[in-house]
């Protein structure tokens, strides 16, 4: 499966972007997508993710009650709305795909063997 992200912009502190994640192929009843951010100097970290069976989500207790993880089935697009952001926030952000991976690795950025290009996120304060 291919995956392009796309969304990433510069945004003030408080501000919102949706990133959205489309893949070549229907992915919402056998691929789990995850978001993952890297910021200069650090190593990727996860984000967010939507599991393949039941959609059941799942996010990093840094963005939890801003950022929200949906799944548009008929698009095979997979999104990241993102509320409240902070300049901690700023990185590129990817998103990946596993048809594989199981729940408690799914924070593990290599049980994802699909990924997009990134997209740029900056908050300035």
């Known amino acids: 499966v291919q995956l392009q992200a796309s969304g990433g912009g510069s945004v003030h502190t408080g501000g919102s972007l949706r990133l959205s994640c489309a893949a070549s192929?229907?992915?919402?009843?056998?691929?789990?997508v995850a978001w993952f951010c890297q910021a200069p100097g650090k190593e990727r970290e996860f984000v967010a993710g939507?599991?393949?069976?039941?959609?059941?989500?799942y996010y990093e207790d840094s963005v939890k009650g801003r950022f929200v993880i949906s799944r548009d089935s008929a698009k095979n697009t997979v999104y990241l709305q993102m509320n409240s952001l902070e300049p901690a926030d700023t990185a590129v952000y990817y998103c990946?795909?596993?048809?594989?991976?199981?729940?408690?690795?799914?924070?593990?950025?290599?049980?994802?063997?699909?990924w997009g290009q990134g997209t740029q996120v900056t908050v300035s304060s």
């Open positions: 990946a795909a596993s048809a594989t991976v199981i729940l408690s690795e799914q924070r593990n950025d290599r049980a994802y063997g699909y």
């Open positions: 192929t229907r992915t919402s009843s056998r691929y789990t």
């Open positions: 939507i599991m393949r069976s039941g959609g059941r989500s």
